[in-house]
């Protein structure tokens, strides 16, 4: 009966709704903890702690104390920004220069090709998550193969204080949780559905841990590791004298073409009619041979 109510206990001392990701929870775990706060309630206090002298004051379904190691969680100045960088270049054959961008970041450790994108030989897009220490190197590329060196560079930051705090500190209430039922789980003189209750929140424990750490992996490798677009154009040529008149053959040439496919079309169809036509034509010769005799006589 002790086990009991110190497992009962232990579920409720840690606010597990706070750990969970979407703030819910399903009916079967709310009744359950309805019911196992009426058992808290209703439980009565241990000779120790009676002797002990003035007993503590109960502590409130769902409340807890900060961890200890809340004070460690909280982030310096600049220690949860995520970057992005933004560059736009002019360059001759940006169709290339992409593709050497591309073999650039492949050659790096801990670069990942996002995005290629080429427009023929007139623009190009690249982009790539890679470490800190790789943005340096690709400005300097960019910086050899622009018009003029010059590059419109921007760069932007994400603060992610509040979600790292937050993942952090559901990562050590559930560890925590975790550990104390594992505890509790491996006493030997637990009961069954002692157990078996045990069991499934400390399976649902592990999972929403390991989900939690999934998401701390996430935005740890967003922030080690920064986004990195370029945008490359090829220069724009300013028209000479003669350009209102540069498509002037072409287009006399691609007219004649159009004209003799057009007369060709009519002489198919004037082969294809002949057929037809040489009856007709050998009635109309009869006819007007007739007509002819017939005047004369």
């Not at 190009?124 to 018009?147: H, N, T, W």
Request: with cysteine.
């Amino acid at each position: 009966m002790m086990l009991r109510a110190l497992a009962v206990a232990l579920l409720l001392a840690l606010p597990l709704a706070a750990c969970n990701e979407d703030g819910s929870s399903t009916g079967s775990d709310d009744s359950a903890q309805t019911g196992m706060g009426r058992m808290v309630a209703t439980a009565p206090m241990s000779t120790e702690i009676q002797s002990a002298g003035a007993a503590p004051e109960p502590m409130a379904v769902g409340q807890m104390a900060a961890p200890p190691m809340a004070e460690a969680l909280q982030p310096d100045a600049a220690g949860f920004l995520a970057y992005t960088h933004d560059r736009n270049l002019i360059t001759e054959a940006p169709d290339s220069r992409v593709a050497a961008l591309e073999k650039l970041c492949r050659e790096m450790a801990g670069c990942s090709v996002l995005t290629v994108r080429v427009d023929g030989s007139r623009s190009g897009y690249f982009e790539a998550r890679l470490p800190k220490p790789g943005v340096a190197r690709l400005d300097d590329y960019l910086s050899s193969i622009a018009e003029n060196g010059e590059i419109d560079r921007q760069t932007s930051a994400e603060d992610l204080s509040d979600q790292m705090v937050d993942v952090k500190q559901r990562i050590a209430l559930l560890t925590t949780h975790r550990d104390r039922l594992q505890a509790l789980y491996q006493r030997s003189d637990a009961r069954l559905e002692d157990l078996i209750t045990i069991s499934r929140e400390l399976a649902d424990t592990q999972t929403r841990l390991e989900r939690a750490e999934g998401e701390f992996g996430r935005l740890e490798s967003r922030i080690d590791r920064d986004i990195y677009r370029a945008q490359l154009r090829a220069p724009v040529t300013e028209p000479g004298l003669l350009a209102p008149f540069g498509n002037l053959g072409e287009d006399l040439l691609y007219s004649l073409l159009y004209t003799l496919r057009d007369a060709l079309d009519v002489l198919v169809w004037i082969i294809g009619m002949l057929p037809a036509l040489i009856p007709l034509v050998l009635l109309l010769t009869l006819a007007v041979r007739a007509i002819r005799r017939r005047r004369k006589g």
